[in-house]
């Protein structure tokens, strides 16, 4: 049974430039959220997606963005890099119909790190 | 707005013995849920023990526990029989009940990091 899997491993990218971050979510999953994790901080909510929609927004710019596909499986978008995006961005996933939104387990990825130079 | 607090940046503890991370939380909302996350090195979060508001009994997971005082908004981990594998960050979160119209995103605190000594 596959985890959250996250892609790419590793992005450097520099100021200014584009970046999408990839996400499969755990078998029988319907639900992805993404997190930034700055070094030495707890993870921060950036957005949600149930199917195919943006469910709920954490406090980030417009510049961040993301879809989900009909497989489920999701893309974070970061355009206008800046050196604050530097952080891990963290993948979950979980199922809606068991338990709703709340009452469900979410499952975590490895994360991936993006460095902006 | 939910916070969650966790005031102990670092915490050591000798193999085998008992450790207790701290945490305080704020909130005006009645149905939630309360995590413990682990994160080693390898970076992924690992749920270690969950706790349902409306549960009145602290929950247990082998050598993890929690102390749910709901009243004074604190839900502190023990961990018991320490082991090396315990080493990592860990970090409490707060989930909003499904009747609040929140999708259920997570509210992390800032992490404390657990030593353990052999």
């Known amino acids: 049974d596959a985890g959250v899997t996250q892609s790419p491993t590793h992005l450097i990218k520099t100021r200014g430039q584009q970046v999408t971050l990839r996400c499969s979510p755990k078998?029988?999953?319907?639900?992805v959220s993404w997190y930034q994790q700055a070094l030495g901080q707890g993870p921060q909510f950036i957005f949600q997606?149930?199917?195919?929609?943006?469910?709920q927004r954490g406090n980030f710019p417009d510049r961040f963005s993301g879809h989900q596909f009909p497989n489920y499986s999701s893309e974070l978008n970061v355009n206008a890099l800046l050196l604050g995006d530097s952080a891990l961005y963290l993948c979950?996933?979980?199922?809606?119909?068991?338990?709703?939104?709340?009452?469900?387990?979410?499952?975590f990825g490895v994360g991936r790190w993006l460095t902006v130079v | 707005a939910q916070t969650v607090t966790q005031s102990q940046p670092e915490m050591s503890v000798q193999e085998a013995e008992t450790v207790t991370l701290s945490c305080t939380y704020d909130?005006?909302?009645?149905?939630?849920?309360l995590f413990w996350y682990k994160q080693p090195p390898s970076r992924q979060m690992i749920l270690v023990i969950r706790q349902e508001a409306y549960k009145q009994q602290n929950a247990t997971e082998n050598r993890f526990s929690v102390n749910f005082q709901k009243a004074a908004k604190s839900f502190s981990l023990k961990i018991s029989d320490s082991q090396l594998g315990d080493a990592a960050m860990y970090f409490c979160?707060?989930?909003?009940?499904?009747?609040?119209?929140?999708?259920?995103?997570?509210?992390f605190g800032q992490g404390t990091t657990l030593q353990v000594k052999p």
């Open positions: 979950a996933s979980s199922h809606r119909r068991l338990g709703g939104f709340s009452g469900n387990t979410i499952y």
């Open positions: 997606y149930y199917e195919e929609e943006e469910r």
């Open positions: 078998s029988g999953h319907d639900t």
């Open positions: 979160a707060y989930r909003s009940g499904e009747g609040s119209g929140n999708t259920g995103k997570l509210i």
């Open positions: 909130t005006s909302e009645s149905d939630y849920y």
